[in-house]
């Protein structure tokens, strides 16, 4: 049998690639993906993938065909290739129950928010600044990668096992996304500062700040209820997403 040879897209990146080094594939600000197949399917229906929370990764791994560190992508990178998995796997519309409605979003019609160029203090370098609004201490900030995330939900898991009641996940994401505070870099000052003398207010207005700045897909979406109602919800991303007969 001569080789088959799979379709593949362009997927543009909301980074631009202006965060990763010239020297990192990502830099072009494309990936290459290919069509999902029977063989992506064994990959979302594996139960050992499913419970232990690897499922979308590995899925997204199989379909990238540009030889990229996938631990390098920065997460917003990393929704965008996930909203085109689904498209290039099963089309653009994704149908999805909402307190007993039935929605149908078009993924295509997602806003993408794209990187500021003018907010980067270097092209090529992953690293922002930010003043806290209250204290007006200026700081530097990156956005956090998929390796940043995982480190993130370890350390998280680490913690709770000391203190079951105990809710980390806001301040340990801070302490891995800020770079240095007023200029002191020192990752045990960092994380001082934000168990200590972080202000409440000042934590939120940053990660505010995050929400409107960092590139990424959009997930929120306004829609119409049958009661004639707008309202607006958050795309939910289980694994039904990539394979709508599941019954996941």
């Known amino acids: 049998m001569s080789e088959l040879k799979f379709p593949t897209e362009q997927v543009e990146l909301p980074s631009k690639g202006l965060v990763y080094p010239k ?6 600000g494309t990936v290459e993906m290919r069509y999902m197949t029977a063989k992506e399917e064994d ?4 139960q050992n993938y499913i419970k232990d929370g690897t499922v979308i990764d590995r899925l997204l791994k199989a379909l990238i065909v540009t030889k990229i560190n996938y631990d390098d992508l920065v997460v917003g990178d990393k929704n965008a290739i996930m909203i085109s998995a689904r498209v290039l796997g099963y089309g653009k519309d994704y149908t999805f129950k909402y307190n007993d409605e039935e929605i149908t979003v078009d993924l295509s019609e997602l806003n993408q928010r794209f990187i500021n160029e003018d907010e ?3 092209k090529n370098i992953n690293q922002f600044t930010f003043t806290l609004p209250h204290s007006e201490i200026p700081i530097t900030f990156k956005l956090l ?3 940043d995330d995982k480190a993130i939900k370890a350390e ?3 913690l709770k096992k000391i203190d079951k009641k105990s809710s980390p996940e806001l301040s340990t994401r801070l302490k891995y996304t800020i770079l240095s505070i007023n200029g002191d870099d020192d990752r045990k000052s960092i994380r001082e500062f934000v168990d200590s003398y972080m202000l409440a207010r000042d ?5 505010e700040h995050l929400k409107t700045f960092q590139p990424d897909i959009d997930l929120k979406f ?3 209820g049958t009661d004639g109602i707008e309202r607006e919800t958050t795309l939910p991303m289980t694994v039904s997403f990539f394979w709508p007969d599941s019954g996941l």
């Open 222 to 224: 306004n829609f119409v």
């Open 203 to 207: 934590s939120r207005a940053f990660r």
């Open 43 to 46: 990959i979302l229906t594996n």
């Open 23 to 28: 020297d990192n594939p990502l830099s072009s």
């Open 120 to 122: 980067l203090l270097e």
């Open 156 to 158: 998280v898991a680490g």
């Open 145 to 147: 990668s998929n390796k």
